[in-house]
């Protein structure tokens, strides 16, 4: 503020009085104020978004018997079809979306993939509008040994020994590792590097 007040230069002339500032003291002030808004509007909706896709995972916990989704819509022999993410739309009020996907083909189908365009506000976590525009999101599940998604069998509450306010369901990636929101494709937790990526 003292920097901004420094700016101005008030100039009076008769009964009128002008304050004419330095636009290049404004500028220097001024943009980092406004990239810092930005960024904490950014961060409360990231957060939104992350609590919204938590309360589907709990929701879905109550209609499928205390499981978890696995992180894929398997086939009948074992092969990944689509993302957990199709799996919580009827959690997140998209009903009408889930009943639009095939779930016995994959993301990338002729049927499935003209769906990808379709994707939900709540997955749209990047903040560059190419990556949204792409069908893809940030927003990922830590799979492998230790973590919540480790296969084909769902995890039931009963066996997350920490607890669920302990243990990670979602997590947001950076752009480069973004991937089609439909496609099961996740995050390789790395115990070595847990934060990498």
Do not use: C
């Not at 700016?7 to 002008?18: F, I, K, N, S």
């Not at 398997?74 to 779930?103: C, I, M, T």
């Not at 069998?153 to 009963?158: A, F, K, S, W, Y």
């Amino acid at each position: 503020i003292d920097r901004i007040v420094a700016a101005l230069e008030p100039r009076q002339e008769g009964t009128r009085v002008e304050i004419v500032a330095k636009e290049a003291v404004l500028l220097s002030v001024g943009v980092p104020l406004v990239k810092q808004a930005l960024g904490q509007a950014k961060q409360q909706v990231l957060v939104n978004n992350l609590k919204q896709i938590g309360l589907a995972f709990h929701n879905h916990l109550a209609s499928h018997r205390d499981s978890f989704p696995t992180a894929a819509i398997y086939s009948k022999d074992g092969k990944p079809l689509l993302s957990w993410r199709v799996a919580l739309l009827p959690h997140l009020e998209q009903n009408d979306l889930y009943k639009q996907f095939k779930l016995d083909e994959p993301w990338d189908s002729e049927h499935n993939k003209k769906l990808i365009a379709r994707m939900p506000k709540v997955y749209a976590s990047s903040p560059d509008p190419k990556v949204t525009a792409a069908g893809k999101t940030t927003y990922v599940v830590p799979v492998g040994p230790d973590t919540a998604f480790t296969g084909k069998n769902p995890l039931r509450i009963q066996a997350v020994a920490d607890g669920t306010s302990n243990t990670i369901l979602t997590v947001d990636v950076d752009d480069a590792q973004a991937g089609i929101w439909t496609k099961p494709d996740d995050w390789q937790y790395d115990s070595k590097a847990p934060a990498k990526g």
